[in-house]
């Protein structure tokens, strides 16, 4: 088959790999098992105004303290009457725990309740347990509550839970809030629901943010609301995991995903280094709508202000994309100072991008040694572009130990770049057999080079069904080949759709020649716009031949404007396209435009173009420079162009050199085509006989 696949070359996978994040932390189950661990986080704080005279708490409230573990928690230490002790004792701490211990001592239930609090935050439990439990005997809910934490501290969950019962019973939200996590510890879901509902309505931020991991874990739609409470009250995990969750909505009600396009044929030998991924927990670059618009950005950029470091690396994302790239870095800097592997990745190719690759490598190095396969691989890409192959294959090395599966496919390119083929395709089976589908597609390409077309089309048919544009292209150039027509144009088909330039100029071209020129138009519009020159120049020729010829310009009058058929012309010859200079130039010429005409046709000449010689001969002619047309004519005579010869042998008969013009006219005849070949033979005929008389 000629129209399909006559300009096309199978793809040679030579590209770096995008980076895939797959972070393997199952949040719900994470923030589960740190707050089973941090139950003496959930100390009440009272947020009672500091003055001598307010002893007794107000207990439904989050303390100033905050702690947090692989930051998917954060939990209140706030032992009730705490943060007021602790405010009086900043000015003389001695003196006023000893004037609470002295009427504790005396009595006094709201000190002993003070005074129980501060140490347990001190850590004393042993002095703390006797005031607690006085103070809890006096019937002080926020020192039952307290009394429950000491407890759990110490190893007695069970008598924790009881005490814990008794304060969330007396009204403590925070109590709530500590038995609703205790019994979601021991596996009874509606306990634990109910009391995190009852802290929850309480007002409590820590209980609203319990409560909606737990319905989140069970997909309940009820998580948002509880998210949000908890993040309006300055949650900063709360915040971050709305954002997330307003993503992922976002995500579901557009029903794609979005990413870079693919854009044509993908052929560079240079590796180009991974940008973002969609997977997993990773930073998404996508369309605001997707992203869950601006009111996801607000919660991350609230969460980030409190520190949150995987809400800074989100918000660097968004505003990356965004263009507002010095804001980005910003937050991206702050990320990856507070250890967050994919931030200092991430500003590694704002600094790449900004042209100082070195700063860039100092937050890979960090990024990559702490485990971050897509920095390690941009490391290795780095050392490749300088030569420095074995430090790239170490560290691609590195990227494939850190569970990135591009490492491996990056180390089949490094490895076919040196031809050492055997290696290369070792690699590119393992990112292939791991589901990398541009390894799939790389290893077919080796497979058929290799003379192995029957193993390269599963491989091509696996990456493609994948998603692999550039497999879907591969098969369509295989099944051309077979002079599988049918199937080859499903293939491209499926190629241009997802915007392939050279797939869309191959339908464009069947398309074509079936006579479907309205369809053809639209795929050669599509694979012109893409780059392609070819698709330009035929889409030109398509809307030419819809045109009646133009008329020489009369006396006087102005040129025409240029059509739309010659701005295509146009486009495909500064693209270096010969035919297309070709055709400039005859356009040019026939509007008068004579110096447009000559740029144009010794462009092509200069490229190769015998009709570009040709036609640049016989402009020069006409304007008197014949010795320099005889020099285009003769290039072009000596690349198989009949005419040329004919011009040269008239050109010699001319000024008397007889036995030279019938030397040119024997070339034209055997060139071609049959006009020339029969004109030149009449005029050889005369020259010898002229010769002979």
């Known amino acids: 088959m000629v129209f399909m696949g006559d300009r096309a070359t199978l793809l040679k996978t030579g590209r770096f790999a995008r980076g895939h994040v797959h972070p393997a932390e199952n ?25 001598a005279q307010s002893v007794r708490t107000a207990e439904n409230a989050e303390s100033a303290a905050t702690a947090e573990t692989a930051e998917t928690i954060e939990a209140a230490d706030g032992v009730e009457n705490a943060e007021r002790a602790e405010a009086e004792a900043s ?10 211990r002295r009427a504790a001592d005396a009595g006094d239930t709201a000190s002993m309740s003070v005074l129980g609090a501060l140490l347990l935050r001190r850590g004393d439990l042993a002095g703390a347990e006797p005031y607690l439990r ?23 969950p069970d008598e924790a839970a009881g005490w814990w019962r008794t304060a969330a019973v007396a009204g403590s939200a925070a109590a709530a809030h500590a038995l609703g996590r205790h019994f979601r510890e021991r596996g009874d879901e509606p306990a634990a629901e109910y009391w995190l509902r009852q802290s929850a309505e309480q007002g409590h931020a820590l209980g609203a943010y319990a409560l909606a991991d737990l319905l989140e874990h069970r997909s309940d739609v009820g998580a948002e609301r509880w998210l949000r409470a908890a993040a309006e009250q300055g949650h900063r995990e709360a915040a971050y995991r709305l954002a997330r969750l307003l993503e992922r909505n976002a995500a579901d009600a557009a029903h794609e995903v979005f990413g870079r396009p693919g854009l044509g044929p993908r052929t560079g030998a240079e590796p180009v280094a991974p940008r973002r991924t969609a997977e997993g927990d990773g930073p998404v670059a996508g369309p ?24 800074a690396l989100h918000l ?28 200092a990745c991430a500003l590694g190719f704002l600094l790449r991008d900004a042209g100082d690759p070195e700063s860039a490598a100092v937050w890979w190095l960090r990024a990559a040694q702490d485990g971050d396969g897509n920095a390690a691989n941009a490391l290795g890409a780095l050392h490749a572009a300088r030569g420095e192959q074995q430090t790239a294959e170490r560290w691609y090395r590195a990227a494939m130990d850190a569970g990135d599966v591009n490492g491996a496919y990056n180390l089949g390119l490094l490895c076919a770049a040196q031809d050492r083929t055997a290696q290369a395709e070792q690699w590119y089976r393992r990112a292939a057999y791991a589901g990398h ?21 599963p491989w091509f048919s696996k990456a493609a069904e994948a998603g692999s544009v550039d497999a879907a292209f591969n098969l369509g150039i295989l099944y051309a080949g077979r002079d599988e027509d049918r199937t080859a144009l499903l293939w491209y088909e499926r190629a241009a759709a997802a915007g392939h330039t050279e797939a869309a100029l191959q339908v464009g071209m069947a398309l074509l020649h079936h006579g479907e020129e309205q369809e053809a138009e639209r795929h ?27 008329g020489p310009p009369a006396l006087g009058e102005p040129l025409p404007e240029k059509t739309e058929c010659e701005e295509w012309y146009e486009r495909a010859a500064e693209q270096g396209h010969r035919r297309a200079q070709v055709r400039v130039g005859m356009l040019a010429a026939s509007r008068g435009d004579v110096e447009s005409a000559g740029h144009w ?64 006219c024997a070339r034209a005849v055997e060139l071609g085509p049959a006009e020339v070949a029969e004109r030149a033979a009449r005029l050889r005929e005369a020259l010898h006989q002229e010769l002979t008389a």
């Open 601 to 664: 046709y010794r462009e092509a000449a200069e490229s190769g173009s015998r009709n570009g010689a040709f036609n640049l001969g016989l402009l020069l002619a006409r304007e008197g420079s014949e010795r320099e047309a005889a020099l285009w004519w003769t290039r072009a005579a000596a690349d198989g162009h009949g005419r040329a010869a004919l011009r040269l042998a008239l050109l010699a008969a001319r000024r008397g050199e007889l036995a030279e013009g019938q030397r040119w």
């Open 524 to 550: 050669l519009r599509c694979a012109a716009g893409g780059g392609s020159a070819e698709a330009a120049f035929r889409l030109a020729g398509l809307l030419d031949a819809r045109q009646p010829p133009p």
């Open 288 to 311: 605001d709508h997707v992203r869950g618009g601006g009111e996801a950005e607000q919660w991350y950029r609230q969460a980030a202000a409190r520190g949150h470091r995987r809400a």
């Open 437 to 457: 589908r541009e390894a799939a597609n790389a290893l077919a390409v080796l497979l058929l080079q290799a003379g192995d077309p029957a193993g390269a089309e």
């Open 134 to 156: 006085g103070a809890t005997a006096d019937g002080d809910r926020a020192a039952a509550n307290n009394l429950g934490v000491l407890l759990h501290q110490r190893g007695y």
């Open 27 to 51: 949040m719900a189950d994470a923030v589960f098992a740190a707050a089973a661990e941090q139950y003496k986080d959930t100390i009440e704080t009272a947020q009672t105004p500091r003055t």
């Open 316 to 343: 660097g994302a968004i505003l990356e994309q965004r263009g507002e790239l010095k804001e980005a870095g910003r937050w991206y800097l702050m990320s990856a100072k507070a250890g967050e592997a994919r931030a």
């Open 91 to 100: 000015a003389d701490s001695a003196e006023t725990e000893a004037r609470h």
